[in-house]
């Protein structure tokens, strides 16, 4: 697969032949400087998901252990109602976070991309919500959407009297508010990085579509918006990872409830194997996470990864 | 004639319409900060008896004082956040610059000098993104305790650089995959050797994902908590556990003027840095360097 | 020139090695890992420290809040596994027992002898501490779940009187309701739920019952109609929230009561430190009354210091020192009257209290003596263990806020129990 990989692009290459002592070392020097970066990825990355991986199949339950009790947790996780809900809810969190933050991310950097006056304060006032924490970040949605001191209290004093906001406490609901507040915080960085992407298109392509009569919406969707796909890649890797790892931010807004009604994986997953000890099943459960992110991931990450570059 | 006319309202409804459109986003973005600011100039007791949103009938700055360096967390006997401030800025710095020197020289090599391999490397690495960090905690933590750095800004260094390098490598690689390679090609006809041509000419063509990387990474850094509060003991307490420690109190009246006072300090070096790498990221999309 | 600098090394570590036994044969260091952060906890956890230092020792503070000490637990296992515990760690009920079965835990005999703990700790409280026989933690203080906050204005104002029973709460809620008055201020989290569910529980079923379920977990009692009972009693109450309680925190919930907003709340000893902040007096202008049906009951929930093995022996020296200083009457008085709870010896002078602090003492000692009534808190993690306990989270706070019927309820339970153990 690499080899055909490594064909199809036009990356530079060092000369297969090597003619000097000194050429070889300078052939050497790319895979040298990979090197401790490979040590990362196998110690630390594949390393620790083995041992997850085999914790999943022990009774451990405070501390790690090595009593093997095969696919027992993994049944007791799927036998665990709340498990099934959190796993559900990231679907759904997941799904609508990133599509939202990658469409008003790019719609933010077009709009702000039109020779818009005051354009470095908008970029940092959309920007700023990246700068804080979570826990505070939930700390003030959870004020905010709020029915009875928040928004709709807010709202109704204007004399809108029948206007309702409660999403926060309605169980159906609440999972979007989680929605809502990750959105805020992370759109801002996605249209950086469109932003930086659109100044990066070249500019002569665009006076040629405008010579030839092209609208300008036709300029962007057929022309800069595929020329970013570089960009949605990196936005969409982004965007995965603080979805699959949310979990400050839901535990501050809504503390998974009302109910377990806006549970999530990683809440559920921190929870059983540092406070219920139950460390077995919460290997298991993170064991779960990571095959449903390579289900989803792979496929893309192969397909993105085998796109001739350097066109 | 006409038609240019109608072009022309057309054109500035389509501003006026731009302009609200940005504007009503900004409305979004500024509201919660807004609340936080004018929460934090509260009084207590103005909030215990009134309601949780309000304008301020005075502005008091004892919130600000007491979360900077009066309040008492725990039983330590340095008061306030300032401790943990400084921790954080002796954990960020050096995490951020060596991850972002890493990730731009493993983005050179992947994108210039691919090997067999390479490709599925990237792709390996990149799923280090997605690892659920609360499952590795307790391997982390074995292997600093072997190495001598468990509890140490050093250890929290470390574990930064570790987990920041899948982003700033992605990061640059995707960067640098929009450079032509006959800029490389050209480079190494003129006798540039590997080093050379990454500092010579990736670099300075480098600022806007620069600046995004440090943006990122910055961020990340700072307001991590997980392993700021997992990896650190008393001494290397970085921001966000302060922070945490200020607002949360199990059994305790909650100040939420303190809170949020506490939270803005928190959050000031990641805002500075982005007011602050703003500028630089338009100047150096402006210089043109991107255009290839 | 290699030589000189070997010399000088062993001679300044040779140096260094006396200097530190002469000035260590009494001094060492306690790391106290503890989520009391901030306020009233803080100032109180501090009282500790300036006592250990005075004794020449060094504290060094290991403060983690959060979510009821989850996040000190995440820390505490990173340390463990790391090789080195920090030599105290604030730790509750069944988990002391389970961190002692790792073999992690000190033994305090020598030090509970000389003071005789056994004689100034209530027996209960003295079994919570001891792994096998040997004291391996102290407590610091005692808490009383099954508490009620009144707003005597409030209830006036509806013409309401003071429940004691449930049936009676039901009809001064009913009154409070039609007074326009949310007769009950709750906070929609998972532990303010099992709280509530927990103090019902012992109204309905009483404490045999109680114990039956939560301690043994019997699961003839956990399938029993009485439990079914207790859901019905526990549904009840959600009819009187204000709809905004999903996720409030606890103390917000108190300040509606403290308005007069709302006329009750459910919540342990710790929420008189509201009343008090905002300048009330108990007896007065609120009343701390136990919950409807259970004056005779105590579900208590105690904060402990387990001691971790250290190897150094001047730290052991200084671990026991504090574990010393934990029980002396003075830290007793001052931690306690910073946290709203009640001292753990039986023989404290009660005298710089408040009444109730002193109603909460004599239910404990009447309690404690005639082994009827005194409970272990399920809902504070001091009858189960956090497997099961959790389990009865998830169904008791999904029951709150959903429209599950109380016999699905009382499976799930029985069924999530025995899964858990």
Not at chain 1, 127 to 154: C, D, H, R
Not at chain 1, 260 to 268: E, K, N, V, Y
Not at chain 3, 32 to 45: D, N
Request: charged residues 15%; hydrophobic residues 50%.
């Amino acid at each position: 697969m690499s080899q055909t990989l490594t064909s199809s692009s036009q990356a530079v290459r060092t000369p297969a032949p090597a003619r000097s002592p000194a050429d070889r070392i300078a052939q050497w020097i790319p895979k040298l400087v990979l090197s401790p970066t490979l040590v990362i990825v196998v110690v630390f990355f594949y390393g620790f998901i083995f041992w997850t991986g085999l914790l999943s199949f022990t009774n451990s339950r405070m501390l790690p252990s090595y009593g093997l009790v095969g696919w027992d947790n993994y049944v007791r996780l799927f036998n665990n109602e709340r498990w099934l809900v959190a796993l559900g809810n990231l679907g759904i969190y997941a799904f609508l976070f990133i599509v939202i933050c990658l469409v008003l991310g790019l719609l933010l950097a077009i709009l702000l991309d039109q020779k818009i006056r005051a354009e470095g304060a908008l970029r940092t006032i959309y920007l700023y919500p990246m700068a804080l924490s979570f826990i505070v970040t939930g700390t003030v949605w959870k004020w905010m959407l709020n029915p009875q001191v928040g928004l709709e209290q807010f709202v109704q004093s204007l004399g809108w009297e029948s206007f309702q906001f409660d999403w926060l406490v309605n169980p159906d609901f609440s999972i979007y508010t989680v929605v809502i507040a990750a959105v805020w915080q992370s759109s801002g960085f996605v249209m950086a990085l469109f932003l930086a992407g659109l100044r990066g298109v070249d500019d002569s392509i665009i006076k040629a579509a405008q010579i030839d009569g092209a609208s300008r919406f036709t300029i962007y969707t057929r022309i800069i918006i595929p020329s970013l796909r570089p960009v949605f890649f990196s936005a969409f890797i982004m965007l995965a990872h603080i979805a699959i790892k949310s979990f400050d931010l839901a535990l501050a807004l809504t503390g998974g409830g009302p109910g377990i009604s806006s549970d999530l994986p990683a809440i559920f997953m921190y929870q059983l194997s540092f406070t219920r000890n139950q460390m077995g099943i919460g290997a298991a459960s993170a064991m779960i996470m990571l095959l449903t992110v390579i289900a989803i991931l792979v496929p893309y990450l192969y397909s993105e990864l085998r796109v001739k570059k350097h066109d | 004639m006409t038609e240019h006319n109608q072009r022309r309202y057309s054109d500035i409804s389509g501003r006026a319409i731009l302009y609200a459109l940005l504007g009503i986003m900004a409305l979004y973005y500024l509201l919660p900060l807004a609340l936080m600011i004018v929460t934090s100039f509260r009084s207590m007791d103005e909030i215990r008896m009134g309601q949780l949103i309000d304008w301020p009938t005075q502005l008091s700055l004892d919130a600000w004082r007491i979360a900077w360096d009066q309040a008492q967390i725990g039983a330590r006997s340095e008061k306030g956040l300032r401790p943990y401030f400084i921790n954080s800025l002796l954990m960020t710095l050096p995490a951020v610059a060596i991850s972002t020197m890493i990730g731009a020289i493993n983005g050179y090599v992947l994108s210039f000098w691919r090997f067999k391999g390479s490709n599925l490397f990237f792709g390996l690495l990149l799923f280090g993104c997605f690892i659920p960090f609360q499952a590795i905690l307790l391997p982390h933590a074995t292997v600093l305790g072997k190495m001598g750095i468990s509890g140490s800004i050093v250890g929290l260094v470390f574990t930064h650089v570790i987990y920041g390098v899948a982003f700033t490598t992605l990061f640059f690689r995707n960067y640098y995959v929009t450079i032509p390679g006959e800029l490389v090609k050209a480079a190494q006809l003129d006798g540039a050797g590997f080093w050379r041509i990454f500092f010579r000419i990736m670099l300075p063509l480098s600022t806007p994902i620069l600046t995004v990387c440090v943006i990122w990474q910055f961020t990340q850094v700072w307001n991590d908590f997980l392993f700021g509060v997992t990896f650190s003991d008393p001494s290397s307490q970085p921001i966000t556990v302060g922070l945490n420690n200020l607002v949360n109190s199990s059994t305790g009246e909650r100040r939420y003027n303190v809170d949020m006072a506490g939270a803005i300090i928190a959050a000031l070096p990641t805002l500075l840095v982005y007011v602050i790498a703003g500028k630089y990221f338009v100047r150096g999309l402006t210089a043109g360097s991107v255009k290839g | 020139m290699y030589l000189k600098k070997r010399f000088m090394a062993a001679a300044i570590a040779s140096a260094l090695s006396v200097s530190t036994l002469s000035a260590t044969a009494t001094a060492g260091e306690v790391e106290v890992l503890h989520w009391w952060t901030s306020g009233g906890e803080a100032a109180a956890v501090s009282v500790l420290r300036e006592m250990v230092e005075k004794e020449g020792h060094t504290w060094k503070d290991f403060a983690v809040a959060g979510g009821g000490g989850e996040n000190t637990m995440t820390v505490l296992r990173a340390r463990a596994v790391s090789g080195n515990p920090p030599s105290s760690a604030q730790i509750k009920g069944l988990e002391i027992q389970e961190w002692a079965d790792l073999g992690f835990l000190a033994n305090l005999e020598e030090v509970s002898k000389q003071e005789g703990w056994d004689d100034v700790l209530p027996p209960v409280v003295a079994d919570i501490m001891k792994h096998y026989g040997y004291y391996v933690a102290v407590p610091v203080n005692v808490h009383r779940v099954n508490w009620m906050w009144v707003n005597p204005a409030a209830l006036e104002k509806a013409g309401a009187s003071v429940p004691t029973t449930l049936d009676e709460l039901w009809e001064t809620a009913d009154k409070l309701k039609a007074a326009g008055i949310i007769p009950i201020a709750h906070g929609g989290q998972s532990w303010q739920d099992a709280t509530v569910f927990e103090s019902i529980a012992l109204s309905s079923g009483g404490p045999d019952f109680f114990r039956k379920a939560f301690v043994e977990h019997d699961q003839d009692t956990l399938l029993s109609p009485q439990m079914e009972t207790v859901f019905d009693q526990f549904r009840k109450a959600r009819e009187y929230l204000d709809p905004g309680f999903p996720g409030r925190d606890w103390n917000i919930a108190t300040s509606m009561v403290i308005r007069g907003e709302a006329g009750m709340q459910f919540m342990g000893d710790w929420a008189k430190g509201e009343f008090t902040a905002a300048g009330m007096e108990p007896g007065t202008d609120y009343l701390c009354l136990p919950f409807p049906g259970t004056e005779d009951a105590f579900a208590f929930n105690i904060d402990s210091l387990a001691m971790f093995m250290q190897r150094d022996a001047d730290n052991v020296r200084a671990q026991q020192t504090m574990a010393r200083l934990v029980l002396s009457p003075e830290f007793q008085e001052t931690f306690n009257l910073n946290k709203g709870s009640i001292p753990v010896r039986l023989d404290q002078d009660m005298t710089p209290f408040d009444s109730c602090a002193k109603a909460s003492m004599e239910t404990f000692q009447r309690t404690s003596e005639n082994g009827q009534g005194l409970v272990p808190s399920m809902a504070h993690g001091m009858s189960t263990s956090s497997a099961v306990q959790g389990a009865i989270y998830d169904v008791t706070t999904t029951f709150f806020n959903s429209s599950m019927s109380s016999q699905d309820a009382v499976r799930q339970l029985a069924s999530a129990i025995r899964a858990a153990q």
